[in-house]
T-cell receptor
Framework: GAVVSQHPSWVICKSGTSVKIECRSL??????MFWYRQFPKQSLMLMAT?????????EQGVEKDKFLINHASLTLSTLTVTSAHPEDSSFYIC???????????FGSGTQLSVL | QQQVKQSPQSLIVQKGGIPIINCAYE??????FPWYQQFPGKGPALLIA?????SEKKEGRFTISFNKSAKQFSLHIMDSQPGDSATYFC??????????FGTGTSLTVIP
């Protein structure tokens, strides 16, 4: 199946710093990428939909100034958590839609711990 | 509002058993129903998916049963193995615009 690479897999940062997470589709072009947040033993919560070359669409309640999403190319989307605080600690996962046929492939996730 | 309802929350079966995970939806505009498998600390992986024009789809030991009139679909795992122990999510989407996920089922297969 298609491969989505997400980096880093784990990051620890101090409160107030910014963290960038990268999501790459390695063997296909992804017009649309999705960013999710997942708390322990809970489902995936969609944060935003990222479309190449345009502004991301954020879900209700998600601060777009805090979670900056950039989708500058068909193979790369980034999520930057700005001025991170302990409550932002979570597992962040990206996904990309393959071939426009609704097959969704996920990155391996990034565990963010803010001290 | 939960667009896709999933049950049970957790499930324990013996090796060789057939765990069944159920999902229900309300929006008849959904036209794609995938199942994902997630291991701890990893992203979900697409397992199997079905469209509403068929009532069953089988891939290896995994089978989806789909009941369009009841707006329900379920995942069956035949001859379950300890390596199948993971969290399973059902999902639904319409034209791939947005995916709605169930709340997940934690499956444990006892050797």
């Amino acid at each position: 199946g298609a491969v989505v690479s997400q980096h880093p897999s784990w990051v620890i940062c101090k409160s107030g710093t910014s963290v960038k997470i990268e999501c790459r589709s390695l063997d296909f072009q992804a017009t649309t990428m999705f960013w999710y947040r997942q708390f322990p033993k809970q489902s995936l919560m969609l944060m935003a939909t990222s479309n190449e070359g345009s502004k991301a669409t954020y879900e209700q309640g998600v601060e777009k100034d805090k979670f900056l999403i950039n989708h500058a190319s068909l193979t790369l989307s980034t999520l930057t958590v700005t001025s991170a605080h302990p409550e932002d600690s979570s597992f962040y996962i990206c996904s990309a839609e393959f071939g426009g046929n609704e097959k969704l492939f996920f990155g391996s996730g990034t565990q963010l711990s803010v001290l | 509002q939960q667009q896709v309802k999933q049950s049970p929350q957790s499930l324990i079966v013996q090796k060789g058993g057939i765990p069944i995970i159920n999902c229900a939806y309300e929006n008849t505009a959904f036209d794609y129903f995938p199942w994902y498998q997630q291991f701890p600390g990893k992203g979900p992986a697409l397992l199997i998916a079905i469209r509403p024009d068929v009532s069953e789809k089988k891939e290896g030991r995994f089978t989806i049963s789909f009941n369009k009139s009841a707006k329900q679909f379920s995942l069956h795992i035949m001859d379950s193995q300890p390596g199948d122990s993971a969290t399973y999510f059902c999902a639904a989407s319409m034209a791939g615009n947005q995916f709605y996920f169930g709340t997940g089922t934690s499956l444990t297969v006892i050797p």
